[in-house]
């Protein structure tokens, strides 16, 4: 089993729709998580970065992280076309030499 | 302030040669670690180093190094290299290695393509 799975996707929905993105982990170490945004032909971009579990909101964007489940989400509201990109999902324990384990992630298109 | 940056953005090589990339991590960061991305494995880690000490590494061959300097820029360097070392190389840096302030910001990523 990965140390993280996420969804294959693709993931194509209308403007205006709610997106829900999801990872599940098997390492119970794993302490941060973040979601990384990454449009064709460049570098990821960090969209959220919480620690253990909880919910964060950043304007359009909420993660959520259940610990006891393995489980963590990204949900975006009133998608844009300018949200069409690959999501990661990204985590690590809290160690000072723990490594960032990604899931493969997951296209994401919003039709206008 | 500044992102990261790498040098160069692309770059095509013949098997058998040998390639260094470069990486200048965000002022102050003093971490930075080094990824291989490719359609059919995703983003693999490879290297981190933290004050010019490796801190970990992930499970490439020999082949793949790396070195950072007192100035926390790093270079990557791929010796022999192979077909499957295409991929998008990705270079990331955050304040520490770790622990709260372990977030990584990335850079836009070096393509090599070996022919």
């Known amino acids: 089993q990965k140390e993280v799975e996420q969804d294959p996707g693709p993931l194509s929905v209308p403007e205006g729709a709610i997106v829900s993105l999801n990872c599940t982990y098997s390492?119970?170490?794993?302490?941060?998580f973040m979601w990384y945004r990454q449009y064709s032909r460049k570098g990821p971009e960090l969209l959220m970065y919480?620690?253990?579990?909880g919910n964060k909101e950043d304007g359009r964007f909420t993660a959520q992280v259940d610990k006891s489940s393995k489980y963590i989400s990204l949900f975006i509201r009133d998608s844009q076309p300018s949200d069409s990109a690959t999501y990661l999902c990204?985590?690590?324990?809290?160690?000072?030499?723990?490594?960032?384990?990604f899931g493969k992630g997951i296209t994401l298109s919003v039709r206008p | 302030k500044a992102g990261v940056t790498q040098t160069p953005r692309y770059l095509i090589k013949t098997r058998g040669q040998q390639v260094t990339l470069s990486c200048s991590p965000i002022s102050g960061h003093r971490s930075v670690s080094w990824y291989q991305q490719t359609p059919g494995q995703g983003l693999q880690f490879l290297f981190e180093?933290?004050?010019?000490?490796?801190?970990n590494k992930g499970n490439f061959p020999g082949r793949f190094s790396g070195r950072q300097f007192s100035n926390s820029r790093s270079e990557m360097n791929v010796s022999t290299l192979e077909l499957g070392d295409s991929a998008l190389y990705l270079c990331a840096s955050s304040l520490s290695a770790g622990g709260p302030l372990g977030e990584q910001y990335f850079g836009p990523g070096t393509r090599l393509t070996v022919t």
């Open positions: 390492n119970s170490a794993f302490q941060y």
């Open positions: 919480t620690y253990s579990s």
């Open positions: 990204a985590m690590r324990s809290s160690g000072a030499n723990s490594k960032l384990t």
């Open positions: 180093y933290f004050s010019e000490t490796q801190r």
